[in-house]
């Protein structure tokens, strides 16, 4: 169990250190730790988690506050390398892969709360992973995860030109990426699973009026939720709503 726990604590150390590489500029150390003075990260704070309760979320050097991205990524890594194993072990290879790619869809869902982007430095690189590594899932292989990643981009693409602004291109390649890494038929339930999910988020907030109508919500964390639910659980929602 220990082993997709402490990837998912690593990988996402790691997301969270090359954070501002992954929008542009380099992903290679030395990261900085501070958005405002730049302070880099070393020391304790090239330990997971550990440097930045030491430092209680605020920078040694000038005080500003630090994300509390630095606990959620790593934190929320180690959380889907157990629930990985619960759920696809005890088999080391499902275990970690699917600690890996949870990794990444986290990293995405919490990118596009904080700016309102998908990097491409995240979605095209997994992409690839999850092509390159689809014959390791029981069950399924390339053929599986090429027909997942074509279905997710069509189905979003077409989407993406017939709301015109309702989606963006980002959440159409993460479509893509979803596929590529569960699979069809298993994409469809994900894809279902994110839109319903986003829809009742949104009229509960429509409701409360903490939302305007037409007023941009970001669409990534749902469908990396349906993500998540398929690549744990399979196809959850019952077949008879999707054929």
Known sequence: MWAPVLLGLVMGHLLDLAWDGAFGGGVLPPWPRCGVCKLEARGLFLWPVVGSIGSLLTCPRCG????????ALPLGGAGLGAASYARLGPSAGPALLGTLFGALFLALALADLERRL??????????LLAMAFSWAWPGRGPLEA???????????GVA?????????????????????????PRVISA??????AGGVVVLLLLLLRAVRRGQYLPYG?????GGVVALFWGDVLPRGLWG
Do not use: E, H
């Not at 964390?221 to 939720?225: A, G, I, K, M, S």
């Open 64 to 71: 500003a506050a630090l994300s509390w991205r630095a606990l």
């Open 118 to 127: 998908l990097p491409n430095r995240i979605i095209y690189p997994g992409t």
């Open 146 to 156: 090429l027909a997942g990643a074509a279905f997710g981009g069509v189905a979003f």
């Open 160 to 184: 993406y030109v017939a709301m015109r602004g309702g989606l963006g291109a980002g959440d159409v390649k993460l479509a893509a990426f979803l596929g590529a890494v569960v699979g069809f």
């Open 191 to 196: 894809l279902l699973l994110g839109m319903l």
């Open 221 to 225: 964390p749902f469908l990396v939720l």
